[in-house]
């Protein structure tokens, strides 16, 4: 929700068709943040598939949920945009405390700037602390969710793997006890 206000009050938009975010192979993610996408792929059948999809391109981190819109080259979406994990939510709408405690808005080289901030000394977009979302604030309220689960940040493909793994196994041994 803080992010959506946030988002209206600063005009913020990713440019249409950008997909630097979905083809980086920074992308990084918890195991706890892929489990709805786990629920979702292993609900409909989808699960074993995408393990296989991720085992062939196991050399690449890029996010196995990115699908290309094979009609425009630099362009696409994500294939499971409803369950997608934090990152995927807060890039481009939040924020990181620099040194000198200023938010610092963390966006994409082709997103324009924010209405609302102004421009640090150390080149960056700063904005009042309570306007932005702050990263770290949702990382803290991932960890307390699930400890083990929600501190390891991992490249995104093997969270999701283990969170099929974990979501999989749950469901196995419901259908056994019954």
Do not use: W
């Not at 102004?118 to 977009?125: I, N, P």
């Not at 929600?150 to 283990?162: C, K, V, Y």
């Amino acid at each position: 929700m803080a992010v959506a206000v946030y988002q209206q009050s600063s005009v913020l938009s990713c440019p249409g068709g950008c997909v630097h975010c979905c083809v980086s192979e920074k992308v990084e993610s918890t195991v706890l943040e892929m489990i709805p996408s786990a629920f979702h792929l292993l609900r409909t059948n989808q699960a074993k598939l995408l393990l296989k999809r991720i085992e062939k391109q196991a050399d690449s981190n890029q996010c196995i949920l990115f699908r290309p819109d094979l009609s425009h080259p630099d362009s696409g979406g994500c294939s499971l945009y409803s369950y997608r994990p934090l990152v995927c939510r807060l890039f481009g709408f939040a924020g990181n405390r620099d040194r000198q405690g200023q938010v610092k808005l963390a966006r994409c080289r082709d997103m324009p700037p924010a209405i609302n901030t102004t421009s640090s000394d150390s080149g960056g977009e700063t904005m009042a602390s309570g306007d932005i979302p702050i990263f770290q604030a949702y990382g803290i309220a991932v960890t307390v969710i699930h400890p083990g689960l929600g501190t390891r940040r991992m490249p995104i493909n093997d969270a999701l793997s283990q969170a099929l793994a974990k979501v999989g196994l749950i469901l196995h041994l419901e259908m056994t006890v019954v």
